[in-house]
C-alpha cells in the first residue's frame, strides 16, 4: 500500500533523511522507531506533503490509484486516504470536540456516510459524545489524544499514520490508546506508527523498522526485532 | 434621558460600527496569516469610491451595497494572491512590511487616477433626516449604519461559527499544520478571509462616506489606525474582541468630545492614542481576552 525509496530529505542544513526505504502493506501495522531526532517524524510530515524530500520516491496506492507523496499537495494526500494523526496531538484547542472532528471529516467525499463514521468514532471513544461541545484545549491529555485519533478516523484513512501516540500520556492512558489502535487493527486498518515506546510498539507490528541517523538500520518483523539484541539493549532496556 | 445624551450615544454607537466592521476584518486576516494588515484601511477607501462610481452610474442603493462587498472581496482576493500569498513563510517583519508597501500602492494609485480633491458622496438626501424616537430623535443615516452593521455581523458570526468554511477558517487560524494534515485547503481559507474580512471593511467605506459626507483618495488611513487600535483594545485575532474593541472606541471618542469642555475636543485623536498605550500598559493581551493563548 505504501512503498517508500531512497528517501532524502533535508531540513535547513541538516540532511534529516539519508535514504529511507520502507513499506507498509494492506492490512498491516508497521512500526517506526528510533532516538529522539533519527528521522521518524520527518520522515511521516514527508509523506503526508507537509515536506519536500530532495530525492526518492514515496508511492502510496490511494482511493484512485498509486500517487508519489513525494509531489502531491497535503489535501491531495489525504483525500487519497493517507491520514496523520500528528506528534503532539495538535488538535483544534479553540474548537469544541464536534468542530475537530467534523474537520477530520472536511476532506471525506462520501460526506453521506459521515455520520456513521460519528457514529463509529463515538462508540470507540464515548467520552467524545459527553464532552461534545467542549472546547480542545479544555481537554485532559488522554481525552485529546482520543479526539486526534477520532479526528484521524474521520477522514476515512487507508493508511493511519500515528507520530507517538503514547507521548506525555500516563501508563494507564498510554494501555487505554493501545487498545484502540489493536482494535483498529483487528478491523482491517493499515496502520504506521511511530513509537519511542519500542515495547509497546513492537507487541502490536507486524512490521518494523528502526531509523538511525536518517537510515533504516534494522527491519523485520515485531517478533524479530523484540528478539534482536541490538534492539533489546538499545531500545528495550535489556543489560548489554 | 437628555436629547443630547442621546444623540451621543447614538453618534457614538455609528462610529463605533464603522471602526467595529474595519476591525473584525483586520482581526480575522491576523488571526488566520498572523500578519497586522495596514492596507486594510485602504479597502474602506476603495469602498466609498467604488460606492461614489455606482451612485453616479445610477445603480440602485440596494444593489449597490451588494456590489461594493463584491467588489471589497475581490480586491482582498486580489491583494492576498498578488502580495501575501509569495510572502507567506517570510517572516513577520517582511509581511509588515509588505502590508504597508501595499497600501502605499493603493493610496498612490487613486491619488493618480481620481486625484486628491475631496468628493461629495452624493448620500440621498432624505438620510440627512431626523427620526423621532419618543421624546428624543436621532439622524437616519446612524441609525441605518447601526443596523446595517448589526446584519453584516450577525451574517458574520453565522459563517464563522455555523458553517464548514467558518470552521475551516477557525480551524487554519487555530493550528495551521493541523489543518493542513486535515485535507484543509489552506490557500483557498486564506483567500476566503481576505474576501469576508475585505467585503466588510468596503461596506464601512460606504457608511464612512455617508456619515462624514466627503470622500478622498487618503481617507483609509484614520479607519485603519483606528481598527488597529480597536483590535488591541479588544485582543488582536479575536472577531468578538474586534468587535466590542470597535464599539468601544467608537463610544468612548464620541462621548470625550461630548461630555468634556468644548477646548479639549481637538484632543479627540490624542485621547485615543492615551487609551491605547494605558490597555497596552495594563493588559496588553486585549481587554476581552482571558489568557493569552500559547502559540505552538
Known sequence: ?240 | MSQYLFQQLVNGLSLGSLYALVAIGFSMIYGIVRLINFAHGDLVMVGAFATLGMVLAGVPWPLTLVFVLLVGALAGMAIETAVFRPMRGASQVTGFIATLAVSVTIQNAALMILSGQPRNFLFPAFMRQRVPLGPVNAALTDLVIIAMTFALIATLLFVVYRTRLGTAMRAVSDNLMAAQLMGIGVNRTILAAFAIGSALAAAAGLMWGGKFGQIEPLMGFAPGLKAFIACVIGGVGSIGGAMLGGYLLGLAEVLFVGLMPPELAGYRDTFVFLMLIVILLVKPSGLFVRHVEERA
Open chain 1, 1 to 240: 500500500m505504501l512503498e517508500v525509496r531512497d528517501l532524502h530529505v533535508v531540513r535547513g542544513a541538516t540532511h534529516v533523511l539519508q535514504g529511507v526505504s520502507l513499506e507498509v502493506c494492506a492490512g498491516e501495522t508497521a512500526a517506526l522507531l528510533g532516538a529522539n531526532g533519527a528521522g521518524k517524524s520527518t520522515t511521516l510530515q514527508t509523506l503526508s506533503g507537509l515536506l519536500r524530500p530532495r530525492s526518492g520516491t514515496a508511492v502510496f496506492q490511494g482511493v484512485d490509484g498509486p500517487i508519489d507523496l513525494a509531489r502531491a499537495s497535503p489535501e491531495a494526500i489525504v483525500r487519497q486516504g493517507l491520514v496523520q494523526c500528528p506528534e503532539g496531538r495538535q488538535i483544534f484547542r479553540s474548537l469544541t470536540v464536534t468542530e475537530n472532528l467534523a474537520m477530520g471529516a472536511y476532506a471525506r467525499r462520501d460526506r453521506a456516510s459521515a455520520g456513521a463514521a460519528f457514529a463509529q468514532v463515538h462508540a470507540l471513544f464515548p467520552v467524545l459524545k459527553e464532552r461534545a461541545n467542549a472546547l480542545g484545549g479544555v481537554l485532559s491529555g488522554g481525552e485529546q489524544m482520543m479526539l486526534a485519533i477520532g479526528r484521524g478516523l474521520l477522514a476515512a484513512p487507508r493508511l493511519l499514520l500515528l507520530d507517538e501516540p503514547s507521548l506525555g500520556l500516563a501508563p494507564q492512558m498510554v494501555e487505554r490508546i493501545f487498545d484502540v489502535i489493536e482494535t483498529l487493527k483487528r478491523g482491517g486498518a493499515t496502520i504506521l506508527l511511530v513509537e519511542q515506546n519500542a515495547a509497546i510498539a513492537l507487541e502490536i507490528a507486524d512490521r518494523a523498522y528502526v531509523l538511525e541517523n536518517g537510515r533504516v538500520a534494522i527491519s523485520g518483523s515485531g517478533q524479530e526485532l523484540a528478539a534482536d539484541d541490538r534492539v533489546r539493549q538499545a531500545y528495550l532496556g535489556a543489560p548489554a
